[in-house]
């Protein structure tokens, strides 16, 4: 598989091609604010890939190290101890928790355009808090940081269009929802899947953790922890993800560490229509990932382009889970959309012809692709809010008869 190596944009570049200053500005800064606003446009355009990476960030390496190896530990906590810790930092979660056969566990908040950070109160008749009692500062603390990049990038790209619509939707949302993500492992959803059998029907059958594993492995859809789909809010923002390897998938703290990126890879995948081909995106460990979302390519009439993705699971690997932080930037719910200037004929975006035998691969992605990626031709009509428009694509993925209802 082809490597995508981001356009990195520094954090000092983006406070300078970004900032309101009415003073005139040097040559070598007007020529650094054109070459960075262009190779930002070409990175989320409808030539690009629709993402990019931010290096540099003021205080994120810290706030990134403090809150991902809590996804882990709260993902593996006794299911009635964690209800006791998300109800204290006020989390929800929009995965079903209590399915073991999940490949990933959220932890969800909603997060408003503020910069106030609230002191959570924590219930002091629940015991054993011990490394939580930051849970819900470190959720507003590293989200509020994202949401800054995310307007500023926003701005960015109203400049280059015209208009101050992509801010501007955004401020008017007036929150954004945070998720802290665990990936399973392997061996953890093995585990899961054991612990909720009666203990006659597992001892009867005698599995042992290992062949389990090697059966699942067979699987097509074993090989990504998360489906191919695309985000239909403005912007994602993400934290480069950390991984972990753990020695006890019962227990969350018993013999883990952190691993670099196996393969050298962040195993986030993006499908790219106008080359027919998916790349497996290369991140610096500590750097933000942006990704245009659908709203984004609506609204800005096609010019920015709303990146296909999924995240796979690396290969060989039993005992590895991944966590990140990812924060969904949307318009409000009432929110109109037109497609009136909407290139609609952009909305395809894969190539039928295939001119080469190397070709006949891709082609073939590109078709199961298709078969459970719901265009967007079918859930978008003109004068659609953005609430009517997240119903029809939610429903249109996962609902009864939704093309991923069953994966």
Not at 102 to 113: D, H, L, T
Not at 138 to 157: K, T, V, Y
Not at 344 to 354: A, F, K, L, P, R
Not at 382 to 407: C, H, I, P, V
């Amino acid at each position: 598989m082809e490597v995508l190596q981001l356009y990195e944009l520094s954090y000092s570049d983006l406070l300078l091609v970004s900032s309101n200053d009415v003073s005139p500005p040097s040559p070598e800064e007007f020529e650094r604010v054109e070459s960075t606003s262009k190779a930002i446009m070409e990175a989320l355009g409808p030539m690009g890939p629709g993402l990019l990476s931010i290096t540099g960030v003021p205080n994120a390496a810290a706030l990134r190290r403090n809150l991902l190896p809590l996804a882990r530990k709260l993902a593996l906590l006794e299911p009635n101890h964690r209800k006791l810790i998300l109800k204290d930092h006020k989390l929800g979660s929009d995965v079903p928790l209590k399915n073991p056969e999940r490949n990933v566990s959220s932890f969800a908040m909603q997060i408003k355009y503020s910069h106030d950070i609230e002191d959570t109160q924590l219930n002091s008749e629940h015991e054993s808090l011990s490394g939580f009692e930051n849970l819900g500062n470190g959720f507003r603390e590293l989200g509020i940081c994202m949401m800054e990049l995310g307007l500023r990038l926003a701005r960015i790209c109203d400049i280059a269009i015209g208009g101050q619509e992509l801010e501007q939707s955004l401020l008017e949302s007036g929150t954004a929802k945070a998720r802290l993500i665990h990936y399973h492992s392997f061996l953890e959803k093995t585990t899961l899947v054991q612990e909720a059998r009666p203990k006659k029907a597992v001892n009867s059958k005698r599995i042992r953790i290992g062949d389990e594993v090697k059966r699942s492995g067979g699987d097509d859809s074993s090989n990504l922890w998360q489906q191919w789909h695309y985000d239909y809010g403005i912007f994602t923002v993400l934290t480069a993800p950390l991984f972990v390897l753990a020695s006890n998938a019962q227990a969350p703290e018993e013999r883990e560490q952190e691993c670099a990126y196996p393969n050298g890879h962040t195993y986030l995948q993006v499908f790219d229509p106008s080359k027919n081909n998916v790349f497996m995106v290369k991140a610096s460990p500590e750097s933000f990932i942006i990704q245009v979302g659908e709203s984004a390519d609506i609204i800005s009439r096609g010019k920015l382009c709303a990146t296909l993705h999924s995240v796979a699971r690396p290969p060989k690997f039993e005992n590895l889970s991944r966590e990140t932080f990812v924060l969904f930037l949307q318009p409000a719910w009432n929110k109109t959309f037109s497609t009136e200037d909407y290139p609609m004929n952009q909305i395809s975006g894969t190539s039928s012809e295939v001119k080469r035998d190397d070709e006949l691969e891709r082609s073939r992605l590109t078709e199961e692709i298709q078969k459970i990626v719901p265009p967007l031709a079918m859930r978008l009509k003109n004068g659609m809010t953005f609430a009517d428009f997240s119903r029809e694509t939610t429903k249109q993925y996962y609902g009864g008869t939704g093309l991923q209802s069953n994966r």
